[in-house]
Every structure is written in structure tokens, then in C-alpha cells.
């Protein structure tokens, strides 16, 4: 989120996923969130698509979705 690249944060988030025998995401749930409510929306946005090979039955996964700042200008250490 940009208002979290603006303030130099960075975090995580663990999603669990139900999966269904077609392999598409039909229920996700945030298990986890470091700092708590901060990258939420994006995770659940960026695991909504997933797709997976299909299968006999319907499975839960969790993802965990790393939120890390690669640019200099904007990471943890310019943070004063």
C-alpha cells in the first residue's frame, strides 16, 4: 500500500486459503498480520487469484505474503 511505502514499513501477513477440488480459492482468512491491519486488504487482494493444480478434494493452505521495501529511498533505515 502506498501509505505504507510512504512511512518506510514494511511487514507480513498469513493467509489460510480453502482451495476447491478445481483448484480456486473459494474462502481465505487472515491468521496473521505483522503490524496488525497495515497490509490485510492487499494480501487477501493478491490471494484471491491464486489457482492451484486441481484435485480430489477440497484442501486449506495458509500463504504467508511478505511485504519488503527494495527501495533505498523509501526503506526502514531512511525512517530518521
Not at 34 to 46: M, N, T
Amino acid at each position: 500500500p502506498k501509505d505504507a511505502l510512504a512511512q518506510g514499513q514494511e511487514g507480513q501477513v498469513r493467509v489460510r486459503l480453502t482451495v476447491s477440488p478445481a483448484g480456486k480459492v473459494i474462502h481465505q482468512e487472515v491468521i496473521e498480520s505483522k503490524p496488525p491491519g497495515i497490509f490485510d486488504y492487499s494480501a487477501l487482494k493478491a490471494t484471491k487469484g491464486y489457482v492451484f493444480p486441481p484435485g480430489e478434494e477440497e484442501f486449506e493452505i495458509d500463504q504467508v505474503i511478505r511485504y519488503v521495501i527494495e527501495d533505498e529511498r523509501f526503506g526502514p533505515e531512511m525512517q530518521g
